[in-house]
């Protein structure tokens, strides 16, 4: 498959690390910001590929797992009430919220549908005018398009029993976040590809300015990362902290002009809790004011929301970058997927889910892992 498999052959693999491996001369903590990619990373084992030199850790890129306890309390609310058809991702029905989830709710009877497109609660919502429908909008500048696009067209259209659960957040007031904690580490980044096909690389160089860190825009396959770690590398043995664009197949430095505008006609930026992190000033975006009656929030005026988050769970340490999955003492025990305690072992984009389903159990490996030839998920 075109643009897939010849980013994924081992021979070229090969040929990136020994570049690698020959300008690398100290330790390098180097961090990706993305679900996608950190799958990608252990499911093809490209962290036990690299030289001892260079540790790849994961920072908090599964919008999944960074939304909110409160969101989600709020979702399980709202879901909760006669009359409502509440439509989601199907990821997001087994995230635990304060004693329950979203499977839990529809089997106490609540009206939980799955979706593949905040258009098809836009359709449900047209059928069922007797019903308020609301969408569960999650994620990062990566969703944050259609689901704005979605709301654009309930206001066009004139259907007002559609309303939008919001939680969307933003990567580079994270990359602020985790540039100005204490606990910082991270030299360099590889940036989410995707979000950058959005949003362009317009938000970066100031950023890598001012923490003096390359920020290197990377795909999702293992040639994509490989090259991004290899340009972010030669970056730091030479004293530099550049943007660069190793995703140019699908990145262009303006983004997605049509998709920017929609985002800017719908949203507006606020600051926004992530889950296991904290509050992070401007870090999401909510309806603009235009748009409010559109907000489920706001409809549905949900107050006395009391969390609590699963004890033993450290699923914050592990979005910081602070503690890898394994190092979790629930991991693999009290905390499988079948059975998660917290949210990232329940996304399919979810650090703990990858260290789970790609057997990283802690330990050295006893061979060398192989570029596999196989679709990344
Ligand atoms: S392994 Fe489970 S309990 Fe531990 S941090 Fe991950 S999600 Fe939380």
Same mark, same amino acid.
């Given at each position: 498959?075109?643009?897939?498999?010849?980013?994924?052959?081992?021979?070229?693999?090969?040929?990136?690390?020994?570049?690698?491996?020959?300008?690398?001369?100290?330790?390098?903590?180097?961090?990706?910001?993305?679900?996608?990619?950190?799958?990608?990373?252990?499911?093809?084992?490209?962290?036990?590929?690299?030289?001892?030199?260079?540790?790849?850790?994961?920072?908090?890129?599964?919008?999944?797992?960074?939304?909110?306890?409160?969101?989600?309390?709020?979702?399980?609310?709202?879901?909760?009430?006669?009359?409502? +058809?509440?439509? !989601?991702?199907? #990821?997001? *029905? &087994?995230?635990?919220?304060?004693?329950? %989830?979203?499977?839990? $709710?529809?089997?106490?009877?609540?009206?939980?549908? +799955?979706?593949? !497109?905040?258009? #098809?609660? *836009? &359709?449900?919502?047209?059928?069922?005018? %007797?019903?308020?429908? $609301?969408?569960?909008?999650?994620?990062?500048?990566?969703?944050?398009?259609?689901?704005?696009?979605?709301?654009?067209?309930?206001?066009?259209?004139?259907?007002?029993?559609?309303?939008?659960?919001?939680?969307?957040?933003?990567?580079?007031?994270?990359?602020?976040?985790?540039?100005?904690?204490?606990?910082?580490?991270?030299?360099?980044?590889?940036?989410?590809?995707?979000?950058?096909?959005?949003?362009?690389?317009?938000?970066?160089?100031?950023?890598?300015?001012?923490?003096?860190?390359?920020?290197?825009?990377?795909?999702?396959?293992?040639?994509?990362?490989?090259?991004?770690?290899?340009?972010?590398?030669?970056?730091?043995?030479?004293?530099?902290?550049?943007?660069?664009?190793?995703?140019?197949?699908?990145?262009?430095?303006?983004?997605?002009?049509?998709?920017?505008?929609?985002?800017?006609?719908?949203?507006?930026?606020?600051?926004?809790?992530?889950?296991?992190?904290?509050?992070?000033?401007?870090?999401?975006?909510?309806?603009?004011?235009?748009?409010?009656?559109?907000?489920?929030?706001?409809?549905?005026?949900?107050?006395?929301?009391?969390?609590?988050?699963?004890?033993?769970?450290?699923?914050?340490?592990?979005?910081?970058?602070?503690?890898?999955?394994?190092?979790?003492?629930?991991?693999?025990?009290?905390?499988?997927?079948?059975?998660?305690?917290?949210?990232?072992?329940?996304?399919?984009?979810?650090?703990?889910?990858?260290?789970?389903?790609?057997?990283?159990?802690?330990?050295?490996?006893?061979?060398?892992?192989?570029?596999?030839?196989?679709?990344?998920?």
């Amino acid at each position: 498959m075109r643009y897939l498999e010849e980013f994924q052959d081992p021979r070229l693999a090969r040929r990136l690390l020994d570049e690698i491996r020959a300008i690398v001369t100290r330790p390098w903590t180097l961090m990706e910001v993305c679900g996608g990619q950190t799958h990608s990373i252990i499911r093809h084992g490209i962290d036990q590929l690299l030289p001892q030199e260079i540790e790849l850790i994961h920072g908090p890129g599964c919008p999944v797992c960074v939304t909110p306890l409160e969101v989600i309390d709020k979702a399980l609310e709202i879901a909760s009430r006669p009359g409502v +058809v509440f439509c !989601s991702f199907g #990821d997001m *029905l &087994r995230v635990p919220g304060t004693g329950r %989830d979203l499977f839990r $709710v529809r089997a106490e009877g609540g009206d939980v549908r +799955v979706v593949y !497109s905040p258009l #098809d609660a *836009l &359709r449900i919502a047209r059928q069922n005018p %007797d019903r308020e429908v $609301v969408f569960f909008g999650i994620g990062f500048e990566t969703t944050a398009p259609p689901n704005a696009m979605t709301v654009h067209q309930a206001r066009r259209l004139g259907i007002r029993n559609f309303s939008l659960l919001v939680s969307h957040v933003r990567v580079p007031p994270a990359i602020e976040a985790i540039m100005t904690s204490p606990q910082a580490r991270v030299q360099a980044f590889l940036a989410a590809g995707h979000v950058c096909s959005v949003m362009g690389t317009g938000e970066y160089p100031e950023l890598a300015e001012r923490f003096g860190v390359p920020i290197v825009v990377t795909g999702f396959e293992p040639l994509d990362i490989l090259e991004g770690v290899r340009r972010a590398v030669h970056q730091l043995e030479n004293g530099r902290h550049t943007v660069e664009n190793a995703y140019a197949r699908a990145v262009r430095d303006e983004g997605n002009p049509a998709a920017r505008a929609m985002l800017a006609d719908v949203f507006e930026t606020t600051d926004r809790a992530w889950r296991g992190i904290g509050t992070i000033p401007g870090s999401g975006w909510r309806l603009a004011e235009r748009y409010r009656e559109f907000d489920a929030e706001h409809r549905f005026s949900v107050t006395g929301i009391t969390t609590c988050e699963p004890a033993g769970c450290r699923s914050g340490e592990v979005l910081q970058g602070l503690l890898k999955p394994h190092q979790c003492e629930a991991f693999g025990t009290l905390c499988t997927p079948r059975n998660p305690l917290g949210a990232t072992m329940v996304s399919s984009e979810g650090a703990c889910a990858a260290y789970y389903l790609y057997r990283r159990l802690g330990g050295t490996p006893t061979t060398a892992p192989t570029v596999e030839a196989s679709p990344v998920g």
